[in-house]
């Protein structure tokens, strides 16, 4: 295994950027297309099988060697290119057991069967749609411009982000042995912050985290006669008022720590006294030290409330979920920070201040606790349409975060094409932080106006070829679920194909380039030309959405929702994504220019210069220009 290059010119990457990125015009409606699709038809954790099966079909047609059910519904994809460094590109396909109500005509309607049996609404609440459209295509652009870079491309679709288990899961499962260790693992989240912007934290980024149930026992009764029982809601209000005091007078005033009971259930009717109560207990802390003492307060409050009681029998305290801490290494985190400077610009980067108190699995791909871990870089992406940003109240960023939806909001709505073109060109410049050669001899593109083509567009792969040949993807079987086995594999064979035409080089850049996809004409950007479009030979590619009917402002008439029941191995979508109907009665609808959820008016000027929309001249580096937003 060669050693990752310490040694990084930002210049020399954001120029290799430079040259990949002319593609990204041409792939960028695809993307989209992608990213809605899967907005529109999410998953819940472990039950990825349709959103699994559209990763493994793109990156195999993109001549991926591409293996499936890893961890259970995790999708790897390989591409080695030659001696060099191996690379993972990581993203999760999950989604959140919530209503949507953003109002958009792409929003959710699907539901689908929680871990309990129980029927919930499904939403796209945390923006893994997004990371997903944006990992597969980074992984096109790369595969398309391997005579720029060296190494091997590790691609990696996870499941189960939500629940905290996906990634253990597809380790477990042997994802290096199996398919090789990389050398480093590159990783974003997009967030609320404004669209568009690249944040970086060398060190700790995200805190541990556990969920823990609890369940304590009485003796129930009559609530006319509380003196004959032991009342196991009251032992359950003192446990939650006691764990306030942990945080105040337990931990350090210099540590930060959070304890949150986000479940209470107990009885049945007012006038009974039920036999038990249950709670589930939520902390966060920024080391080890500080999460084992919470879990030790935790067990000695609650076990010593329920002997204070006089309870019949001792609680039962699991730990359901738990991730460690996200800690970005400082070495490789400087470097991939200073490739994104040097492609979009210092205004469009900056170094996060202190961690955030969410958290993720993804620090299990650097292997915490081994002799030989693995170095690891994970950014945020902003995704708050600037508008929004504007509109929210505070002066300061922390003010206006606060004011904007995020993450697991009903309200999350990210502004489509600034948020997946900055993930997109994030992802794949990270990538070239490593695999990038110095020898060739790059024409410089400048900053953050790179995002546009340069000169005619290359077409993405005409007559449904791609570059070079595809490896029959290897399917392995999914994981055990509670429905039948699948009578079809989760990826089809494709056969190889062949056949590549057009350039990047020469042209003068169309007019309309800089114009924002947001309110373009869909149908017509994907309209088969002959020149600029992927011909797909395959009638069932989701590559093949009828974007216009997907983004019309009216929403077409309800046709069937996504399957529903215990998850199976879906076979490859046929035909254009499903139509979302409008969102049920009540929903607060997000319309860009206003902010959600309250009826505040917005701000700003809506003639003020956007990201990506100035085309420099050709020949000419592009100016570097200050965000529209401001922090």
């Not at 002319?22 to 989209?32: G, N, T």
């Not at 969920?211 to 009342?231: I, L, N, Q």
């Not at 950014?379 to 505070?394: C, E, I, K, L, M």
Request: proline share 12%; with cysteine.
């Amino acid at each position: 295994m060669e050693a990752v290059p310490r040694a990084v010119d930002p210049q020399r990457v954001a120029k290799h950027g430079g040259v990949v990125m002319r593609l990204v015009d041409e792939i960028f409606p695809l993307v989209e297309g992608f990213y809605v699709d899967l907005h529109k038809n999410p998953e819940l954790s472990h039950a990825e099988y349709r959103t699994a099966n559209s990763v493994a079909e793109w990156l195999t047609r993109t001549g991926f060697e591409v293996h499936t059910g890893v961890g259970g519904t995790g999708v790897v994809g390989i591409l080695r290119n030659g001696d060099g460094p191996t690379v993972m590109l990581r993203a999760d396909m999950d989604a959140l057991p919530m209503e949507e109500k953003t109002g958009l005509p792409y929003a959710s309607t699907a539901r689908g069967t929680d871990a309990e049996g129980g029927e919930v609404p499904i939403m796209h609440a945390c923006g893994h749609d997004a990371h997903t459209a944006c990992l597969v295509g980074a992984a096109d652009l790369l595969a398309e411009a391997r005579d720029h870079w060296r190494g091997t491309l590790m691609v990696v679709a996870q499941p189960a982000e939500e629940t905290i288990e996906g990634a253990a899961a597809m380790v477990a499962d042997g994802l290096y042995p199996r398919f090789g260790r990389p050398d480093v693992v590159l990783g974003q989240h997009i967030g609320p912050q404004p669209a568009g912007m690249v944040t970086h934290r060398e060190g700790v980024l995200m805190a541990a985290s556990e969920a823990t149930s609890v369940r304590v026992f009485g003796s129930g009764g009559h609530a006319s006669r509380p003196d004959a029982t032991v009342d196991p809601v009251v032992i359950a209000a003192n446990i939650i008022t006691r764990l306030q005091t942990v945080v105040a007078r337990e931990i350090s005033p210099s540590e930060m720590a959070v304890v949150t009971v986000g479940m209470v259930r107990a009885g049945t009717k007012s006038n009974i006294i039920p036999d038990e109560a249950y709670l589930e207990i939520n902390t966060r802390a920024l080391n080890t030290l500080v999460a084992d003492r919470l879990r030790t307060a935790i067990e000695r409050i609650v076990r010593a409330e329920a002997a204070a009681s006089g309870a019949p029998r001792e609680p039962e305290i699991t730990v359901m979920q738990q991730a460690g801490v996200t800690a970005n290494d400082p070495d490789h985190t400087h470097d991939v920070a200073a490739a994104h400077r040097a492609y979009f610009g210092d205004g469009y980067v900056i170094d996060l201040p202190e961690p955030v108190t969410g958290s993720e699995d993804f620090g299990v791909f650097g292997l915490p606790g081994d002799p030989d871990p693995i170095p690891y870089v994970y950014w945020f992406v902003g995704a708050t349409p600037h508008d929004v940003w504007a509109a929210a109240p505070g002066d300061t960023p922390y003010e206006k975060l606060a004011g904007v939806p995020s993450n697991h909001s009903p309200f999350f709505a990210p502004d489509r094409e600034p948020t997946l073109r900055a993930g997109l060109a994030a992802l794949t410049i990270g990538a070239l932080t490593y695999l990038g050669r110095a020898e060739d001899d790059i024409v410089p593109t400048g900053a953050q106006q790179a995002f546009q083509v340069d000169g005619a567009q290359r077409p993405f792969a005409p007559d449904g070829a791609p570059a070079h040949e595809p490896s029959a993807p290897t399917v392995a079987e999914p994981a055990p679920v509670a429905a039948a086995e699948p009578s079809a594999p989760l990826v089809p064979s494709i056969a190889p194909e062949s056949g590549l035409e057009g350039g990047t080089d020469g042209g003068v850049p169309d007019e309309n380039i800089g114009e924002s996809t947001q309110s373009a004409d869909m149908d017509a950007l994907l309209e088969e030309t002959g020149e600029g479009r992927h011909q797909e030979d395959a009638e069932g590619s989701t590559r093949q959405a009828n974007m216009a009917q997907l983004l019309a402002d009216e929403a077409p008439a309800p046709s069937p929702a996504p399957p529903q029941g215990a998850p199976v191995a879906a076979p490859p979508p046929q035909g254009a994504p499903i139509s979302a109907p409008p969102p049920p009665p009540g929903a607060t609808p997000y319309v860009p220019g206003t902010y959600a959820p309250d009826d505040r008016p917005a701000s700003g000027d809506a003639s003020e210069p956007q990201p990506y929309e100035q085309q420099p001249e050709p020949g000419q580096d592009p100016p570097r220009e200050e965000p529209p937003f401001r922090l």
